[in-house]
């Protein structure tokens, strides 16, 4: 499956969404891989997850793998280990350009070294 076919599974509405946030981040973030990773749209840089998005039960959310790093209020702070933070949409008249371009472009220079943690004893460490 690629990431239009992710899309195209999803309610009309959820569907909009997924295809404005895909267009957006394709446009701000050329230079990114995009695939489906653990079942979810994920744009990869230099080999690190960088953003992506998925269905949740009433929204798709947007998340940055190092978005706490953006110090940026709209982004919600996950609530695992990781240093994640996302936003969650419900239509696709809520999602800002401005604001994507602009935590697109601190995507680039604020990254957490996802590509170098590796499984120890059933446990993620760093390098």
Known sequence: ??????????????????????????????????????????????????????????????????GMGFEELELKPGTGKFKDASM???RVDQISEEDLKRWLEKSRTIQWDYKNIVKKKGRLDRL
């Open 88 to 90: 969650q949409y419900t």
């Open 1 to 66: 499956m690629n990431i239009s076919e992710y899309n195209r599974t999803q309610t009309e509405n959820d569907r909009r969404i997924c295809e404005r946030l895909m267009s957006l981040i394709n446009t701000y973030l050329p230079e990114a891989e995009s695939k489906i990773w653990h079942r979810h749209p994920v744009w990869f840089l230099d080999g690190n997850p960088t953003v992506g998005y998925s269905k949740l039960k009433d929204c798709i959310r947007l998340m940055f793998w190092s």
